[in-house]
DNA sequence: CTCTCGCCTGCACATTTGTGCAGGCGTTAG
DNA sequence: CTAACGCCTGCACAAATGTGCAGGCGAGAG
């Protein structure tokens, strides 16, 4: 009843189970209460206490903990995705959380960004009582190719704005323009000034992520690449993009003459964003996926168990 | 993971796997650090979280809280004991720990007072460090009979206050005397006020508990009793005895006519000592344990795991 | 649409816990 | 036996946690 060990046990017991107080435990066993303080952290230490949580799917917590160490992420958001759920309902699933993760930080009049995804473009709609606030939403990157004009993001932050009892900003150009000075013009105009404005004073961004090119066919915005375009991306090996922005494995970012006709915010100005979130899954985009969490641009994330799995 | 359960689970985990702070947390969820709190105290209520100590017996543990709740004690000591040990080993692992909790709530200059007991007797010299205080060992009942005499409890106290450096003070009568005007004599005695005075101040006491009278061949003082005491106990259904007061089941005090010829402390004195310990183990005490601890004259209990489990 | 009711939250304060520092006791080497 | 060393303890302060109270928000009735 008395060696180290058992004293250890005994308090550990009376703290844990019992519930008694560090003082209350002091008093019965005639000791200090420093002592008792102490004791506990060594029964913590040396495992004597296990602490378990019924019914949780601790894995997917453990696996958020790891990827927050991993990419030196502020947040980690996982879903747990099962293997009889389509791939458009995994998608539709991630965007129900984007949705919720987005109502459960903002603030209110914050600025949010918006960035192009197939996934984000699902979040409007996904909440039943999203909170009334008087947050601006602004486009992070310019609109698609007239081809796939419904799904202009001007209409996500309008949603967006509409759900949030907020106001938006619109984007009027595409994302990429034919020559560096007609970009330049449009982000010089006045009329472009209040959302490079807003660019600045980003509170949250919403983003995500491109696969490699040779996916692109589904993307709404790619096809406004020219053939150039795509050969010298390929050749410098990209393996995706963010809000526009190439970058190969390392997360070096490419093709200068690209980026010069694009309008969308920068990568750097992105990284200044106090809540940068990143939303994205499936394997493809594992690859452009890490290495965009490599270049600590974002501070969170969120996705799913599979392609969180595929990271490490 | 949004919903109700799915934001305890995370919440215990964060504050009990990750060893996170509830501020930290409460930044992460974008929530109070109040909230957390209580998120933490619902979690512990609906047993999302369960606590276990390894290695340790944890059921000697919960059998101490139980005893302890049972018969409103300060504390409960139970040492373990296995099948294969005598009822010697028994007896000397339960005197050895009773050696080992009075070291551990002694405090210098304490008035520390041991009763009669096969138990208490064998406390002496089962320490290897006794703590060395300035304490004073007193006698709480009578001297054996001659018949006895080597297993005086002058002995026990004397060696004991030996053991911690203290003193002692001796009693020079024994147990049972032959008419209350030759105890009453010598409890006015004059030689006797130290010991009468010290009764008043203890701050410690040590009893063991007597068990049947069909049992009380091997006793050490009760050959002392007259024929006429016996039949009288008998016949009032005693079950035992405390610093040679007898009680039935109910915790009634019996036989007046014995009690004034006893020279003792009274179990009504004993019930205002401080730290009152009874030490006591077997199946035939039960009984007259039971009723010794139904009647709050003592307040803690030191014994081993199978006599607890009978006190229910 | 308006009002009421009740739950939930944040705030501020009380309690509990953690920790550096200084002093005491025991142990060991000489 | 003495002295030096180191572990352990209590103290006092710092940090973290628990909780009553008041205000805000949403649900539901009228």
Chains 1, 2 share one sequence.
Request: glycine fraction near 6%; aromatic fraction near 6%; proline fraction near 3%.
């Amino acid at each position: 009843m008395a060696s180290e060990q058992n004293l250890l046990t005994r308090v550990a017991y009376q703290y844990y189970i019992l519930g008694q107080t560090q003082q209350e435990i002091a008093e019965t066993l005639n000791l200090g209460r420093s002592t008792i303080s102490r004791l506990l952290t060594r029964a913590r230490q040396e495992g004597i206490i296990s602490i378990k949580i019924a019914g949780a799917d601790t894995e997917l917590l453990a696996l958020e903990a790891q990827l927050k160490e991993r990419f030196g992420l502020r947040n980690v958001d996982l879903i747990s995705t099962t293997t009889d759920m389509s791939e458009q309902d995994k998608e539709t699933a991630l965007a129900h959380e984007s949705a919720r993760y987005l109502k459960q930080i903002i603030r209110p009049n914050d600025h949010v960004g918006i960035a192009w995804g197939s996934i984000l473009a699902k979040m409007v709609g996904q909440l039943d009582h999203p909170k009334t606030t008087n947050a601006i939403f602004v486009p992070l990157v310019g609109g698609p190719s007239a081809a796939n004009a419904e799904y202009h993001v001007n209409t996500i932050v309008y949603d967006l704005a509409r759900q949030f009892g907020g106001t938006s900003v619109y984007i009027n150009a595409a994302a990429v323009q034919e020559s560096r000075y007609l970009r330049d013009g449009i982000m010089h105009a006045r009329y472009f000034q209040e959302l490079a404005n807003a660019w600045q004073h980003l509170d949250i961004a919403f983003v995500g992520v491109g696969g490699p090119l040779a996916k692109a066919t589904n993307s709404h915005w790619r096809d406004l690449l020219t053939e150039a375009d795509i050969m010298l991306l390929k050749e410098q090996k990209a393996i995706g993009d963010c809000c526009c922005t190439f970058f190969d494995q390392h997360g070096k970012l490419l093709a200068p003459s690209l980026r010069q006709r694009t309008i969308a915010i920068a990568l750097s100005q992105l990284q200044k964003v106090p809540i940068s979130v990143a939303v994205a899954r499936s394997q493809n985009k594992v690859p452009s996926l890490k290495a965009l969490l490599s270049m600590a641009i974002v501070n969170t994330l969120i996705t799913d168990e599979e392609t969180a799995r595929a990271l490490f």
